[in-house]
């Protein structure tokens, strides 16, 4: 007999935001949803994994916790008065700086501020924020320059300087790739002031998935963006929005274009869209992380499996899954795969996996290390992540408490990014931007 999913959690009315007791299980045709019900707006079913039995095996690889130091006191309930407290149960790794409102694109998919830039943090405030992040996780963790779109900040480079001064060792920059298409010697300039990554938002291969996603074609940017950072040796992730009916059938492709491009592009980071912050397009069908791992494995021609996503470590096993695509140095006709990679987890074990994981371990870096211990080389290799970012619709707080995503805010805080981002029925945020405002009462 099949084993019957049954799981309790805390969730909340996607309208009010009221915390609410929820449900976790599987229906008839393995399909699992999340249930709970608000006292004004009834019985709320939320379908949070298209396969039961994925998700009893995902969840089951779960990797220790390491709660952090709590900078906050405990005091209002999740996800209100976050910090991170002393119920919270993960240590950030990836923490990001909003350093703007500002923005020279009006996506209709995206969560971002994109707003009057009245009210950015000054220089004063930013170096606040990098101090939070030291105190919270110390200078070797990965900080992320977000916004808004960060490169409107004429001041940019001296934020990264900054940064640089004070110890931090990784400084990547979130952006959509405007201005670094269309003036040469600018990443040049944000290269010699300490930058070293770019996160480029990249949701497909087509100019008509643009159009949906930023409102016009700008592939051609986008491309040039790439060729920039190839210029400037510079290494970038390429973030895709994973829309249902806009670019999910193109997850095979973009990989592939990954894996030709592997010698500037590191990564390839898959988030199903969520409608928290300023999404205006008409809410999609809403696509799971589970989704777009089912996806993926059907469209790389064989090169991946669902299994070949295991949980990151730093996170809830849900929230973030990745694999890591190494260059097969065989001859061609002993190849694993026609692409000239083979996924990592088919030669190592998850035991091997979990012996190796440190709460230390910068997001992703595992498999890396295993391999580069064992002499692979891993230079021009590929992550390939899933991350499964929450709104108020997907919300689990069980989930929000082992959250590694951090928004620093200059008061001294790093508030779970599922958190700061959190909006209610009526598009009304949690916390104001840079929680320059008083917190709405919830």
């Known amino acids: 007999m099949e084993e019957t999913l049954k799981e309790s959690t805390e969730a909340l009315c996607p309208e009010c935001l009221l915390p609410l007791p929820a449900t976790i299980s599987a229906d008839g045709d393995g399909v699992v949803w999340m249930e709970r019900t608000c ?27 390491t709660p952090p130091k ?12 976050c910090g991170t407290c002393a119920r919270h149960e993960r240590r950030g790794t990836l923490l990001e700086i909003e350093v703007t409102r500002a923005c020279n694109l009006h996506c209709p998919v995206c969560f971002m501020s994109a707003e009057d830039p009245t009210g950015d943090p000054t220089l004063e405030e930013i170096s606040a924020m990098y101090d939070v992040i030291a105190r919270a996780v110390g200078t070797d963790g990965a900080v992320q320059l977000t916004g808004g779109e960060p490169t409107c900040r004429a001041d940019l480079p001296d934020i990264i300087r900054l940064g640089r001064k004070k110890g931090f060792w990784g400084i990547e920059v979130n952006t959509n790739g405007l201005v670094i298409a269309s ?9 010699e002031a300490g930058l070293t990554g770019v996160y480029l938002s990249f949701d ?13 074609d700008i592939l051609d940017v986008k491309r040039r963006a790439i060729e920039r ?47 928290s912050g300023r999404f205006e397009a ?44 190494v260059r097969d140095r065989r001859e061609p006709s002993e190849r694993y795969h026609a692409s000239g990679f083979y996924p990592a987890t088919k030669s190592i074990t998850f035991e091997e996996y979990r012996a190796a994981y ?57 508030i779970p990014f599922c958190s700061y981002h959190l909006t209610d029925g009526a598009g009304r945020r949690v916390y104001a931007p840079w929680c320059k405002e008083e917190l709405r009462s919830l």
């Open 39 to 65: 006292p004004d707006h009834g019985l709320v079913r939320t379908r949070i994994w298209p396969d039961a039995d994925h998700y009893r095996w995902l969840t089951s690889l779960a990797l220790p916790k």
């Open 70 to 81: 709590p900078n906050c006191a405990a005091s209002s309930p999740c996800p209100t008065g």
């Open 183 to 191: 003036r040469p010697g600018y990443l040049e300039r944000l290269v």
């Open 204 to 216: 497909g291969l087509t100019g008509s998935v643009y159009e949906a996603t930023c409102g016009r």
């Open 229 to 275: 950072c190839r210029e400037a040796g510079v290494q970038v992730v390429l973030s895709v929005a994973v829309v249902s009916g806009e670019n999910d059938g193109q997850l095979g492709d973009l990989l592939r274009f990954a894996l030709e491009n592997a010698d500037v592009v590191a990564g390839l980071a898959l988030q199903p869209a969520f409608t």
């Open 282 to 325: 008409e809410a999609p069908v809403a696509l799971t992380a589970g989704d777009v791992i089912f996806k993926m494995a059907e469209q790389s021609e064989g090169l991946l499996d669902a299994e070949d996503f295991w949980p990151l470590g730093c996170s809830n096993p849900l929230c973030d899954t990745g694999t890591f695509l």
């Open 358 to 414: 440190s709460p230390d371990s910068p997001q992703g870096s595992v498999i890396p290390d295993i391999l580069a211990a064992r002499g692979v080389p891993v230079h021009d290799g590929l992550s390939v992540i899933v991350m499964n970012y929450m709104d108020a619709s997907t919300m689990d707080l069980r989930r929000l408490r082992e959250c590694s995503m951090m928004v620093t805010v200059p008061d001294g805080r790093a």
